[in-house]
Structures are given as structure tokens and as C-alpha cells.
């Protein structure tokens, strides 16, 4: 089984959209320690998030979307190697204050209005 983590997030400040990258969140000092996505709890998703959101007073979307490979739907002896396990965690901060914090088992659509 291969696991691959996916985290982003955008920032919708009055100037413009801005995209977070994994590189970001863990350079910052709410991930202290984190040195992979997968170190990436909720709990410090959730604050960094809320931290960007009251620093620059807009709506904050950040996401980690966990995706485990494997074989699956396996017929005639053939096999296909796709997902065949999710987890999405998406939370959403307005100037600070949660809007959303949810993880769902598949993608969450709410991230799609902001891509």
C-alpha cells in the first residue's frame, strides 16, 4: 500500500487569492515539529489556519486529503491500482472565527469552490 498526502489551502483576501503550500504551513511555528504531511494533525491544520485567517482579517480554506493506493477491483486475474482509501479534512476560518472544520471519507466538494 502506497499512502499520498495532499495539503493546500487558499487565502480570499480583498487583493486577491493567494494559495498555501505544504511547504508553508510547515515552515510556520504552529507546525513546529511537523517535518512531513503526515506529522500534519487536524488539531494544527485547524490552527494555522485560524492564525492566517486573523492576520490578514479574510476567509482562510486549508485542506489535507489522505489517499491510500492499492490493488482493487480485480478481475480475470488483472488488477487496477487506484485509491481505495480517503480521508479529506477541510476546515474554513473567517477572520479568525471557524466557519467549517469537517473530514469527510472521500473528497470534500466545499474545496472545489475554491480551486
Known amino acids: 500500500m502506497e499512502v499520498e498526502f495532499n495539503i493546500a489551502?487558499?487565502?480570499?483576501?480583498k487583493?486577491?487569492?493567494?494559495?498555501?503550500?505544504?511547504?508553508?504551513?510547515?515552515?510556520?511555528p504552529?507546525?513546529?515539529g511537523a517535518g512531513t504531511a503526515a506529522d500534519l494533525?487536524?488539531?494544527i491544520l485547524s490552527a494555522y489556519c485560524k492564525s492566517v485567517?486573523?492576520?490578514n482579517a479574510c476567509k482562510v480554506y486549508l485542506w489535507k486529503d489522505r489517499?491510500?493506493?492499492?490493488?482493487?477491483?480485480?478481475?480475470?486475474?488483472?488488477?487496477?491500482y487506484e485509491v481505495v482509501?480517503?480521508?479529506?479534512?477541510?476546515?474554513?476560518?473567517?477572520?479568525?472565527?471557524?466557519?467549517?472544520?469537517?473530514?469527510t471519507d472521500h473528497?470534500?466538494?466545499?474545496i472545489d469552490a475554491v480551486i
Open 67 to 80: 489517499e491510500e493506493y492499492g490493488n482493487a477491483n480485480v478481475f480475470n486475474g488483472g488488477s487496477d
Open 107 to 110: 473528497w470534500n466538494e466545499k
Open 41 to 43: 494533525t487536524e488539531d
Open 15 to 28: 487583493d486577491g487569492t493567494r494559495v498555501i503550500t505544504l511547504a508553508e504551513v510547515l515552515a510556520s
Open 9 to 13: 489551502g487558499r487565502i480570499l483576501a
Open 85 to 103: 482509501n480517503e480521508i479529506c479534512f477541510l476546515c474554513i476560518y473567517d477572520c479568525g472565527n471557524e466557519v467549517a472544520r469537517e473530514t
Open 53 to 55: 485567517s486573523a492576520q
Open 30 to 32: 504552529v507546525a513546529a
